[in-house]
């Protein structure tokens, strides 16, 4: 009987460490919360070559890379996987708990954001349809939309809408202007890797900069709480 409570116990200790959450399980300076409310929480990675996060768990999720990466992963049933990517890739993942190790020979950054809700069938914006040539539609799925925007130097989209809260990730950043539907503008120069989030909105952007700008949108389908 003794042997079998010790068993219960050890059992359900490893139960709770399989769902730890990855900014607990990380070692200081690794995992960054940039932002989070109730219906996201927006993390960055930053991971030497060779070390390791032990296992833990995400809800689903996007993730953008800002490096090129190498990692192994391993699952709770003991299987595992290699996976390699190149900065500026996007990935969506449902919710996983693994551990996780650069096999890469430089540090690793990305960003990811966590999705802390359910579906809830908002729609995605008009940006794509109002401007076609610029943006590029990654992915779409219940929990998302993930646009890929390129703004050549000087250039403009268009007035657009975005009807749920969005999060954007500047791969290269730049001088850049939003301006609302109501006519407030908003000016500034953004460093590459930034991450913001926004809720839903109408606006129009410029890229005031001689260099394109690139980046990420991720435009939320989930409840806002």
Do not use: W
């Amino acid at each position: 009987m003794q042997t079998r409570i010790v068993c219960i116990f050890a059992c359900l200790s490893g139960v709770a460490l399989l769902g730890q959450d990855v900014v607990k399980v990380a070692p200081a300076g690794v995992v960054k919360v940039e932002y989070e409310d109730a219906q996201v929480r927006v993390l960055r990675f930053t991971e030497q070559a060779g070390s390791k996060l032990e296992m833990h768990s995400h809800p689903a999720y996007v993730s953008v890379g800002l490096t090129d990466d190498a990692f192994h992963y391993v699952f709770p049933d003991g299987k595992s996987k290699d996976e390699k990517s190149k900065a500026g890739e996007v990935a969506f993942s449902k919710a996983v708990t693994h551990s996780g190790q650069n096999t890469g020979t430089t540090a690793s950054e990305a960003i990811m954001v966590e999705l802390k809700t359910k579906p809830a069938g908002i729609a995605a914006g008009d940006m794509v349809k109002t401007n076609p040539t610029m943006c590029k539609v990654e992915m779409e799925n219940a929990y998302v939309r993930v646009t890929r925007i390129k703004v050549p130097s000087h250039g403009m989209l268009k007035m657009h809408s975005h009807p749920g809260g969005n999060v954007v990730v500047y791969l290269s950043g730049g001088h850049l202007k939003s301006t609302s539907a109501d006519g407030k503008v908003e000016e500034a120069t953004i460093a590459p890797g930034t991450v913001r989030a926004n809720p839903a909105g109408k606006h129009s952007n410029e890229n005031l900069g001689d260099k394109p700008s690139e980046a990420v949108l991720i435009e939320l389908k989930t409840a806002p709480k």
